[in-house]
């Protein structure tokens, strides 16, 4: 799902701050080539990654200029990595080794970190047998518009790229809504009125159903 093909289901953002006022191609490919994605390890402590990549092709890192800068747009893809070990595996992989470690030491019960340490050996063990899920999303960045179109609606996945983003370029993102596409257009001297605002209806209300009367 992106820029070039696939759903059209997306989420707007106006983009807060200063560009910089001089090589900023250059300097924004620099701190995106720092942000950019890393894989998931078997015996690193992260549940999920999240970094850049090219727009379309989460396995391309290389993020050469041409491919992040077309015109004055700034295209980019957030890959997601994150480890998806099933469930039932996990609870049958874990009363295995409960029942073993049980067994080999004597105890009628498991301690709080008898199950801490089960459980890290228990997960370690499926990384080695699983792959990580992937998902790739794009991302739009008009430079002259100070607009930023995100092809994801998930709140999570939202917050990651907004995280991102303003490490990557210390710049803000500000999803858009009906009130701050006001606040935007009337600015920020007449922002108080927008508090003052009622819901309007723009559609009448239905009257409300009497119920029928029964006579004998």
């Not at 998806?84 to 067994?103: D, G, N, T, V, Y």
């Not at 050996?121 to 518009?145: A, G, T």
């Not at 993102?173 to 009622?198: F, M, N, W």
């Amino acid at each position: 799902m992106g820029v070039f093909n696939g759903s059209i289901s997306v989420t707007k953002f106006f983009v807060e701050g200063e560009l910089p006022s001089k090589q900023l191609s250059q300097t924004f490919l620099k701190n995106i080539h720092l942000r950019r994605f890393t894989e998931l390890t078997v015996d690193g402590e992260e549940e999920e990654t999240s970094g850049w990549c090219v727009a379309g092709n989460g396995l391309d890192l290389e993020l050469a200029h041409q491919q992040v800068f077309l015109n004055s747009f700034v295209v980019l893809g957030l890959r997601v990595d994150r480890w998806r070990i099933p469930r039932p595996l996990f609870k049958a992989q874990f009363a295995e080794a409960a029942a073993e470690h049980l067994s080999r030491t004597g105890k009628e019960k498991l301690s709080k970190r008898d199950k801490d340490e089960i459980k890290f050996r228990v997960n370690r063990k499926l990384r080695k047998k699983v792959i990580p899920s992937m998902r790739v999303f794009d991302v739009c960045w008009d430079l002259n518009r100070a607009e930023l179109l995100f092809w994801c609606r998930a709140t999570r996945t939202i917050d990651d790229l907004c995280v991102l983003f303003e490490r990557t370029f210390s710049l803000t993102l500000r999803e858009a809504s009906p009130y701050t596409v006001a606040d935007k257009l009337i600015g920020t001297s007449h922002a108080e009125q927008l508090c003052e605002l009622e819901q309007t209806l723009f559609a009448s209300q239905l009257p409300e159903r009497k119920s029928e009367e029964t006579s004998d």
